[in-house]
DNA sequence: GCCGATTATCTTTTT
DNA sequence: GATAATCGGC
C-alpha cells in the first residue's frame, strides 16, 4: 500500500506524501488512506475527524486519480460545507472543484429540482420555513373544525416532522394511530401533505422524506446517482436521522464507498429526529466496515479534555474513548458566580479584556455561548456598553425577517403562483383595503374552483367573486402583472427585486412611516438587494428559483466574518465543530442548562443536555469559563438559584478554586426617566468609559467596569490586574488614562 | 369590513 | 420583549 502511494507520489509529484504525513498522525492517516469501502471514524472532540474526511477527500482525488464529480460530501451546516470546500480548494491548490459539498437538505433539494415529475410535483416548487409550515397548520385546524385537544400547531409540526424523519407516510401515519392524539395528528398530516402539494411546496423534513421515496420508488433513478456518486463522505454521522440514513444506504448501493465520521457523546440533535443508532449499527450496516478510532486531541490542553471527559462519564451506554493531549496542563477552568445576568455579562467582559491583553489575543479568539437565544439580549448589554466587537450569530435569520420575507414572497409567487401563502402573505401588504374577510372570500371561491389563489384574485377584478370590489383587488393583481412581465422578459434578480419593493409601494410605505424600525426595514431590503445582486455575481447564470433555494436553506451561521475581529456568541447547538482559543459557557444553573421544563427532565434528555455541554467545553482550547447566576428573570417572573449539575460533575483538581464563588457585584442602580410614554436612561457625562484603561497610583493599571453617580458623587468600579475589583470615587482617585 | 392600537401570551436547541 | 388574538373607532 505505502509503496503504491510512494510511487505515486513520485510520478505525479503532487501532494507529496512527506506533508500529508506530516499533518496527521499514524492513526489519521490510516484513516485517510485506506482503500474506498465502507469506512467509519469514530473518535471524540478535537481528534481531527473533520480534517481526516477533509483529506481522505483530497487523497481520493490527488492519490486514487478519482475524478472530483464523483463525489459527494455531506456535512451539516452551509457553513460547514462552504468551509470543507475552501480547505479543500487550498490543499489541491485549485481554484475550482467540480465537486460537491453540501448539507442532506441542499442534495435533497438538487434531486427534487430535476425529478419533482415523478411524485407530480410541479417546476419552481417553493420552500416553506417552520413558520409557513405551522401556517398551513393553523389553517387546518381552522378549516376542518379540529379540536386540538390542547394540542399547539407547533407541537403538532413536530409531530409530523418526526414522522417524516422516520419516513412514515401520513396514511400509514394515520392507520397506526392509537391515541386520540395521534388520530388526530395522523388526520392533520394528510391535510398538510395535501395542501404541500397543492401549493406546490415542501416543507424541510420533505426534502429528505420524497427523495428518499423517489430512490424507493425508481430503481432507475436510484441507479443514476448510484452511478454518479460513486464515493460518500458523511461529517456528523451521529447526528443524522433515519430518512438520512436511508438515503445513505440508497445511494452507497453496491459499491460502498462509505466514509463517515462522528461522536456519539456530540450527539445533540436527538429532538430533531436525530437518530444516535444510525452511527452505533455502522459495522453492522455496512459489513466488513473498517473502524478507526482517533484517541489524540489537538486542541484542547489537558485540564479540559479531563474535566469534559469526567463530566460525559456521567452518561450511561456509551461507547466510551480514550482522548489524550500533548498541549500540556494548561490554564485551570474558571467558574464565576455572578448575582445576575447584568453582572455575568459585565464578569465576561472583565474577564475577556485581561485575558485579551495578557495573552495578546483577538477579539475574534473569544466565544461566548448559551443554551437559549433569549440569553443573548442579556449578554450583549455588557459587551454594547463597554464597546466590545461582537456578533451573535443565529437567532433571528436575516432571510426571516418579516420584511425579507414579504418581499420574498412576491418573488415567489411570481416563480410558483401556487404558492398560496405567499400570496396570502402578500395580498394585502402594504395595505390596500383587502382584509382578511375579502381573503376568505376569495380563497374560498379558489378552493371550490380548484383555482390557486392568485387566479382567483384575478377573478375578483372581473366581479365573479361576491362581496369584493373590483378596483382594491385591481390595485395588486396589477402590480404582479407588471413584475410577471419584467421576469417574463429576464430581468436580473437584483434589479427585480428592487422593482418589487418599488411596484409593490413596500418601499413607499415603510418611507411614509418614518419610525427608527421602518428605517431599519428599510436598509434591510436594500441589504436583500445587494445579497442578490453578490449572488448573482457568484453564480452567472442563477434563476430566481435558485435564490430562493438558497436563502431557505442557508444558515445564519454564514454571518460570522472572518476578517473581522469580533467576539462570538452563539448557542452551544450553534458551536459544534468549531473551536476558539477562549470559551465562555454561560447560564449554568439549574433548570437553565440543563434545561428543565415543568419541573421534570427524562433522563434520556438529561444525557443529551450533557451531551451538549460536553460540546460547549471541547470547543475551548486553552481557557475556559463556566458562568451562573443567582438570580436570573426567565420571562415574567421566576429565577433560578441553584448551580447547575454539571458544575458538581467536573473534578475539583481542574478547576480554579481562586474563581469558585466569586462575589457578586452589586446592581447597578438603574436610573430612569419617564417622559411621555417613552422610557429613557439617563446618560450623564462621564470621565472615563467603561471598557477604559486607566492608572491608578496604588493599584496600577485596570479597566474600568461600571459607573454609577453624577459629576461629584461619581464612582468607578474598575477591575486591576493586581488586586481586582474596587470600587472608587473618581474626584478622590486620581486616576489616569493608561 | 378595515385598520390601528391595545392587551394577552409565551418563549429550547435548527436544517 | 416580540408576536398573535381582541377591541373599538372609522
Ligand atoms: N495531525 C494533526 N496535527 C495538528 N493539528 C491537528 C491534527 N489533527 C487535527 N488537528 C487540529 O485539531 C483541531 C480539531 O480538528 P477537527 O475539527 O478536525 O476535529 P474533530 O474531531 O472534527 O472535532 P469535533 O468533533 O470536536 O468537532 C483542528 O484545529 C485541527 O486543525
Redesign the pocket.
Known amino acids: 500500500m505505502h509503496l503504491y502511494l510512494e510511487r505515486n507520489h513520485i510520478s505525479l509529484g503532487i501532494m507529496p506524501m512527506l506533508s500529508l504525513k506530516d499533518k496527521l498522525n499514524p492513526k489519521q492517516y490510516e484513516a485517510v488512506a485506506c482503500p474506498p469501502g465502507p469506512l467509519l471514524i469514530f473518535a471524540g472532540a478535537g481528534s481531527g475527524k473533520t480534517r481526516v474526511l477533509t483529506y481522505r477527500i483530497a487523497f481520493m482525488i490527488k492519490q486514487l486519480g478519482i475524478n472530483p464529480g464523483e463525489i459527494l460530501a455531506v456535512t ?3 457553513k460547514a460545507a462552504q468551509e470543507m470546500r475552501e480547505r479543500l480548494l487550498k490543499l489541491l491548490d485549485m481554484e475550482y472543484l467540480p465537486l460537491l459539498v453540501l ?1 442532506f ?1 441542499s442534495f435533497g433539494a438538487r434531486i427534487l429540482r430535476e425529478y419533482y415529475e415523478v411524485i407530480s410535483y410541479k417546476k419552481n416548487f417553493s420552500i416553506y420555513d ?1 413558520d409557513e409550515s405551522i401556517g398551513i397548520i ?1 389553517g387546518i385546524c381552522k378549516d376542518l373544525q379540529i379540536e386540538e385537544g390542547g394540542l ?1 400547531p ?1 407541537a403538532i409540526k413536530h409531530y409530523i416532522s418526526r414522522a417524516k424523519d422516520e419516513m412514515i407516510d401520513p396514511v400509514e401515519y394515520a392507520e397506526s394511530a392509537n391515541l386520540h392524539r395521534q388520530k388526530i395528528i395522523g388526520q392533520i398530516y394528510i391535510e398538510y401533505q395535501k395542501r404541500l402539494r397543492l401549493h406546490n411546496g415542501f416543507d ?1 423534513d420533505d426534502l429528505i422524506y420524497w427523495p428518499v421515496k423517489i430512490f424507493d420508488g425508481h430503481p432507475d433513478i436510484l441507479q443514476f446517482y448510484r452511478r454518479h456518486f460513486k464515493h460518500l463522505l458523511i461529517d456528523e454521522y451521529q447526528d443524522t436521522s433515519i430518512s438520512q440514513y436511508q438515503m445513505v444506504k440508497h445511494l452507497a448501493g453496491e459499491h460502498k464507498s462509505v466514509t463517515v465520521v462522528g461522536d456519539d457523546d456530540q450527539s445533540i440533535y436527538g ?2 429526529g436525530a437518530d444516535i443508532t444510525n452511527i452505533l449499527n455502522f459495522e453492522r450496516d455496512f459489513p466488513g466496515a473498517k473502524v478507526v478510532k482517533l484517541e489524540q486531541n489537538y486542541r484542547s490542553t489537558q485540564n479540559i479534555l479531563s474535566a469534559a471527559s469526567a463530566l460525559i462519564a456521567n452518561n450511561l451506554g456509551r461507547k466510551s474513548k480514550a482522548l489524550w493531549t500533548s498541549l500540556g496542563e494548561g490554564q485551570r477552568i474558571k467558574v464565576i458566580e455572578c448575582s445576575d445576568a447584568e453582572s455575568e455579562s459585565l464578569s465576561l467582559v472583565e474577564q475577556l479584556t485581561h485575558l485579551r491583553k495578557s495573552e495578546g489575543l483577538k477579539y475574534s479568539d473569544f466565544a461566548v455561548l448559551y443554551r ?3 440569553q443573548s ?1 442579556s449578554l450583549e448589554d455588557g459587551f454594547r456598553t463597554s464597546g466590545i466587537p461582537y456578533i451573535i450569530v ?1 437567532g433571528l435569520r436575516f432571510y426571516e425577517r ?1 420584511e425579507i420575507k414579504d418581499i420574498l414572497a412576491y418573488l415567489k409567487i411570481l416563480v410558483n403562483p401556487d404558492d398560496n401563502i405567499s400570496t396570502q402573505r402578500i395580498i ?1 401588504v402594504p ?8 381573503i376568505d372570500y376569495i380563497a374560498n371561491y379558489s378552493r371550490e374552483r380548484n383555482l390557486n389563489l392568485l387566479t382567483g384574485c384575478y377573478h375578483a377584478t372581473e366581479g365573479k367573486v361576491d ?1 369584493i370590489p373590483a378596483p382594491k383587488i385591481k390595485e395588486f393583481t396589477k402590480i404582479i402583472d407588471k413584475l410577471s412581465k419584467l421576469i417574463d422578459s429576464g430581468e436580473p434578480l437584483a434589479s427585480l427585486l428592487a422593482k418589487i419593493i418599488e411596484l409593490s409601494g413596500y418601499e413607499a410605505s415603510l418611507v411614509a412611516e418614518a419610525t427608527p424600525q421602518s428605517e431599519t426595514r428599510l436598509d434591510n431590503i436594500k441589504e436583500l438587494v445587494d445579497g442578490a445582486a453578490e449572488f448573482e455575481n457568484r453564480t452567472p447564470d442563477a434563476t430566481p428559483e435558485q435564490f430562493l433555494e438558497e436563502v431557505a ?1 442557508i ?1 445564519d ?1 454564514d454571518r460570522r466574518d472572518p476578517n473581522s475581529d469580533a467576539v462570538t456568541m452563539m ?1 452551544l ?2 458551536a459544534k465543530g468549531l473551536e476558539f482559543p477562549v470559551v465562555f459557557i454561560t447560564g449554568l444553573e439549574e433548570g437553565l442548562f440543563p ?1 428543565i ?1 415543568d419541573g421534570q427532565i427524562a433522563p434520556k434528555d438529561l444525557e443529551e443536555e450533557r451531551r451538549l455541554m460536553y460540546v460547549g467545553m471541547t470547543r475551548a482550547q486553552r481557557h475556559l469559563y463556566l458562568t451562573h447566576c443567582r438570580y436570573r428573570r426567565h ?2 417572573r421566576s429565577f433560578f438559584g441553584k448551580a447547575s449539575r454539571f458544575l458538581s460533575e467536573i473534578p475539583e483538581n481542574t478547576l480554579d478554586d481562586a474563581y469558585v464563588d466569586l462575589k457578586p457585584i452589586s446592581n447597578r442602580p438603574k436610573t430612569k426617566l419617564r417622559e411621555g410614554r417613552y422610557e429613557f436612561e439617563a446618560e450623564p457625562k462621564r470621565s472615563f468609559a467603561i471598557g477604559a484603561d486607566v492608572y491608578h497610583q496604588k493599584f496600577g493599571y485596570g479597566v474600568i467596569l461600571g459607573i454609577e453617580g453624577n459629576g461629584e458623587n461619581e464612582i468607578v468600579t474598575i477591575s486591576f490586574s493586581s488586586v481586582g475589583r474596587k470600587k472608587l470615587m473618581v474626584k478622590m482617585a486620581g486616576l489616569k488614562p493608561a
Do not use: C, P, Q, Y
Not at 395595505?431 to 375579502?438: E, N, Y
Open positions: 451539516f451546516t452551509n448539507t437538505h417552520e393553523k399547539k407547533s424541510f429532538w430533531r437559549t437565544n433569549a439580549r443565529g418579516m394585502n395595505r390596500r383595503g383587502i382584509g382578511d374577510v375579502s362581496g436553506l444558515t451561521m448557542t447547538h450553534g434545561l421544563r420571562f415574567n
